[in-house]
C-alpha cells in the first residue's frame, strides 16, 4: 500500500489584471430582464464591485446598469434590459465580459454563427460623428469631405480613402493625408 502526498511545488498561477467571464443567454436572461454573474467571478472579484456598474461595447457605447447583490449571488438588472434590446439580444448569444476595474467592463458581443455583431450606434455616438465633421484638422491628420481640397503640406504625401462606418448606406468617404 503506498501513501500519495499531495505536494504543491509546480509554477506559481498568473492572474490576469483584466479578469473575464462569458455568459451564453438563456430564455430566463431574457424573460426577467435580468443576468447572473458566474460565483466564481464572484467570489475573486465581486467585493470590488460597486452596486453600479458601466457596460462599454467596441463602438464606445457605454451603459449604466445596476447590481443586485445577495450572499454570491450578483445579477445585472436596471439598465440590463435596455442594454440588451440595443443589441437585440437573442437566446443563444455568447457575452465575453472584460472587467477593467472601477466598475467598468468592455463587453463583446457574438450571435448565433460565433461572430461578433456589428454594433448598433446609439443616438449621441450619431451625434458625436456630426459634430467630428465640421472640423478640418483632428489630432494633427488632415481631413476634408470628399472635395478636390487637399491639406496645406510642406511636401506632397499620398491619400488613402477609407469609408468612415461600414454601417453607413450614404457612400459618404474621408480622405486622409498620410504623415
Not at 479578469?19 to 454573474?37: M, N, Q, S, Y
Not at 440588451?84 to 463587453?107: C, I, M, Q, T
Not at 449621441?124 to 470628399?146: H, L, M
Amino acid at each position: 500500500m503506498s501513501s500519495h502526498t499531495r505536494r504543491d511545488n509546480g509554477p506559481s498561477k498568473f492572474t490576469s489584471k483584466t479578469p473575464h467571464f462569458f455568459k451564453v443567454i438563456l430564455e430566463e436572461a431574457i424573460r426577467d430582464g435580468e443576468l447572473g454573474i458566474p460565483r466564481n467571478f464572484v467570489r475573486k472579484h465581486g467585493n470590488r464591485l460597486p452596486s453600479t456598474i458601466q457596460l462599454e461595447v467596441p463602438s464606445g457605447s457605454t451603459w449604466q446598469v445596476q447590481l443586485t447583490k445577495c450572499d454570491e449571488t450578483v445579477w445585472l438588472q436596471k439598465g440590463w434590459q435596455e442594454f440588451a434590446k440595443h443589441y437585440s439580444l437573442k437566446f443563444g448569444y455568447f457575452l465575453v465580459f472584460r472587467y477593467e476595474g472601477n466598475g467598468r467592463f468592455h463587453v463583446l458581443v457574438f450571435d448565433k454563427s460565433a461572430s461578433e455583431i456589428e454594433y448598433p450606434r446609439t443616438k449621441t455616438e450619431e451625434e458625436d460623428d456630426d459634430d467630428a465633421t465640421s472640423f478640418g484638422r483632428c489630432d494633427g491628420v488632415s481631413v476634408s469631405r470628399k472635395s478636390k481640397e487637399k491639406p496645406n503640406l510642406p511636401c506632397p504625401r499620398p491619400y488613402k480613402k477609407i469609408r468612415t462606418d461600414s454601417h453607413n448606406q450614404t457612400g459618404k468617404y474621408w480622405k486622409f493625408a498620410m504623415y
